[in-house]
Nanobody
Framework: QLQLVESGGGLVQPGGSLRLSCAAS????????MSWYRQAPGKERELVAT????????NYADSVKGRFTISRDNAKNTVYLQMNSLKPEDTAVYYC???????????????????WGQGTQVTVSS
């Protein structure tokens, strides 16, 4: 049974940092690209970052470029999102998603992803 389980969310002050984790099971993790999405209240789900299957290629939304870093450990079947210099507008539920592809091909189309985690809440507030 395929599972994606996010963790690491919480409440943090502006300027602070958090590291999200997404533990995967039930499939050959190292064969697929992975992405992080987020959804703020009243807004559409937004692609945050993507990493290719081997980790050699990463892509970021302009809104997080230079502040967030996506990485993966294929030995641990886990993808990470390191979030630094957090802003109130980063407040959202963050989801990890498994791509159907090994590369970042069509990464900005939600139909590219066949499995999603349950999400973890990130709140940036003083």
């Amino acid at each position: 049974q395929l599972q994606l389980v996010e963790s690491g969310g919480g409440l943090v002050q502006p300027g602070g940092s958090l590291r999200l984790s997404c533990a995967a099971s039930g499939f050959t993790f190292s064969s697929y690209a992975m992405s992080w999405y987020r959804q703020a209240p009243g807004k559409e789900r937004e692609l945050v970052a993507t990493i290719s299957s081997a980790g050699g290629t990463t892509n970021y939304a302009d809104s997080v470029k230079g502040r967030f870093t996506i990485s993966r450990d294929n030995a641990k079947n886990t993808v990470y999102l390191q979030m630094n210099s957090l802003k109130p507008e980063d407040t959202a539920v963050y989801y990890c998603a498994k791509s159907r592809f090994s590369s970042s091909y069509q990464r900005d189309r939600e139909r590219t992803y066949d499995y999603w985690g349950q999400g973890t809440q990130v709140t940036v507030s003083s």
